[in-house]
């Protein structure tokens, strides 16, 4: 049974370890890629390095929340509170 525990506090580990490196690469990436597209337009305000991480840290934190919510299976079973 310990052995069991291990794997899956490993598992957990390793798929959140994931998520937090793949958050990094696209931050950097999207810094990197709004610095450049501003140096390009050559705008006296830089809305895209400002604008394109705030656009994926809004992504980043939709797929979080979406990964690390609880699913629950849909009981189609009727329960003693639903019969009235």
């Known amino acids: 049974m310990k052995l069991d525990k291990h794997t899956s506090n490993t598992h957990s580990w390793a798929r959140y370890a994931g998520l937090a490196g793949q958050m990094l690469a696209s931050l950097a990436l999207a810094i990197w890629l709004g610095s ?26 939709w797929q979080l929340i979406k990964e690390t919510t609880p699913r629950h299976k849909k009981n189609n079973s009727a329960k003693a509170d639903d019969i009235v």
């Open 36 to 61: 450049w597209l501003d140096g390009k337009t050559d705008l006296a305000f830089p809305i895209f390095a400002l604008s394109l991480p705030l656009l994926v840290l809004v992504g980043l934190f």
